[in-house]
């Protein structure tokens, strides 16, 4: 609504929230069954404004809502870098608001130098909010709830896929992968609506005397300090692990009523496709990790040809990014009905935009995975050491991925190993590679009904009688070199941690 607006009577928000809850009901139900543009001129952005990449800044680098060919070989270069050097643990991890991201909170902290902190925002938006306004965060918090949680379980299965890829070579099940990108999309789009609808009820209920005080965090995004510090954004209704995501519409929700529709164009450019490590390695190095500089200096480590991927994908995903923004940008027009006139959103347009937008990701993130694939196939051994030095030279924390466990790891990358070995007691004839159930007690080479390739027989010869956990993480690391000639397509683990969870998680699942 406008900043002249006057507050709307109890039966017009239950109109409004009825024609967003009977979207979201055929949403779920049909489930089951852009004005940013490509810059094609060098250093001009979308304003007319100077490029001003040269100088490799954050905002510049990352959040300015640049498309151009250049801008997106360093977003494929410097994911390919995360996910090529990283474990699958590491993709899983997103920072707090990275779903539902139409709301210009990106934009936010690129006009403000990077000085906008989303949870002191949240908290601030919190603490000027009265009792009603809170009612309805914390209603819109449980309502999203369910679709959210699967939508991380959706993003896990698209993940699996992509990784198998990557470690196996086996092509991406692209028929199972389609519904996957869909369901993913729309899920999305549903936890987008249930805050979009809260944003415009508390806009709807503003005072004055609010607005002014979000006028004045918008020019100064460090003065919510003031309002926010000490506080903590909770409510009785809303469960103790769902107070960040609380916290996190509340940020959202001043970004979105204090900023422009222009700014809810712009999206980071790791998207769409955020699903190869990038944002693990921006939280493990305390956000010190340039991607400009990542994707310079891992460009610079491929040969020729390599680069050649890097080029050629960007080339094929031009014009699906293009289409993805296209579509993004009308979805965005269709949430901000819900401010300005509820009558007009289209609960039908919405659903097709939605699927759209997940079909337009998947494929994005196919072009991507196959290239990283392809690039890491070729590389060398010195190449191989050389990514490993300069991912450890950025990533600071011991554990690597902090968020798991080794238990919780090892279970984790042995879903890559089931796809071929199949999972513990269910191996059946006419799998790619033997049983691994009881490995550990047996002559290497030596697993019932398979036949092994001569190299892996060759270990055997070799001395080594029985697998040692020494001789597995040698293998494990790099499967042909460790054996010339094995049938085994896996690409190898090149995080030590990694190779010590899964045999360690090997030991005990597979007696």
């Known amino acids: ?84 050097s990283g474990s699958p643990a590491d993709n899983e991890k997103l920072s707090v608001g990275k779903n539902a991201q139409f709301f210009g909170f990106v934009a936010l902290r690129y006009q403000s130098g990077r000085a906008a902190n989303r949870g002191m925002l949240g908290r601030a938006m919190f603490a000027i909010a009265d009792e009603a306004q809170r009612a309805r965060m914390a209603e819109a918090v449980n309502a999203e709830k369910a679709a959210l949680q699967e939508w991380w379980a959706v993003r896990e299965e698209i993940l699996t896929l992509l990784e198998d890829h990557l470690y196996t070579g086996q092509p991406i099940n692209r028929e199972k992968l389609a519904p996957l990108g869909e369901r993913f999309s729309l899920l999305n789009s549903m936890v987008a609506t249930h805050e979009a609808a809260a944003f415009a009820a508390f806009e709807d209920s503003m005072t ?58 712009i999206i980071p450019i790791g998207q769409p496709a955020q699903f190869f490590g990038f944002v693990s390695i921006r939280h493990k190095s305390g956000h010190a990790a340039s991607r400009g500089t990542i994707a310079k200096d891992f460009f610079a480590m491929l040969n020729d040809e390599q680069q050649g991927i890097i080029e050629h994908a960007v080339e094929v995903q031009i014009p699906v990014v293009r289409e993805f923004l296209e579509n993004r940008h009308e979805f965005l027009n269709q949430l901000a009905s819900l401010r300005t006139d509820p009558s007009a959103f289209d609960g039908e347009r919405v659903h097709h935009l939605s699927a759209e937008m997940g079909r337009l990701e998947m494929d994005a993130a196919v072009i991507e995975a196959e290239a990283y694939r392809n690039i890491r196939a070729s590389m060398n051994d010195d190449q191989m050491a050389a990514l490993m030095k300069m991912r450890g030279e950025y990533v600071i924390d011991e554990a690597q991925v902090a968020a798991m466990d080794m238990e919780q790891r090892g279970a984790t990358l042995a879903i890559l190993c089931s796809g071929c070995h199949g999972a513990p007691g269910q191996h059946r004839a006419g799998f790619p590679a033997p049983s691994l159930d009881g490995f550990w007690d047996r002559k290497i080479a030596s697993g019932p009904n398979f036949e092994y390739s001569a190299a892996l027989t060759n270990v055997r010869r070799g001395g080594n009688e029985t697998w040692t956990p020494e001789l597995l993480d040698q293998f494990l690391a790099n499967p042909k070199k460790f054996a010339p000639g094995t049938k085994m397509e896996f690409q190898g683990l090149l995080n030590e941690e990694d190779r010590k969870a899964l045999i360690e998680h090997l030991k005990t699942s597979r007696q």
């Open 1 to 84: 609504m406008k900043s002249n607006a006057t507050t709307i009577g109890s039966t017009e928000l239950v109109r409004r929230l009825s024609r967003v809850g009977s979207f979201l009901l055929t949403l779920s139900l049909l489930s089951l069954s852009t004005t940013q543009v490509f810059s094609q001129e060098k250093g001009k952005r979308k304003g007319g404004k100077p490029d001003s990449k040269d100088t490799d800044t954050w905002s510049a680098e990352e959040y300015s809502g640049l498309r151009g060919e250049k801008d997106l070989q360093a977003a494929l270069a410097s994911k390919g870098f995360a996910w090529i």
């Open 208 to 265: 004055s005397a609010q607005r002014d005080i979000m006028a004045g965090w918008r020019a100064d995004a460090e003065s919510a300090g003031d309002y926010g510090g000490d506080v903590r954004v909770e409510a009785e209704n809303v469960d103790r692990e769902d107070q960040k995501q609380l916290e996190d519409l509340y940020a959202k929700a001043f970004s979105w009523l204090t900023g422009k529709p222009e700014d809810n164009e």
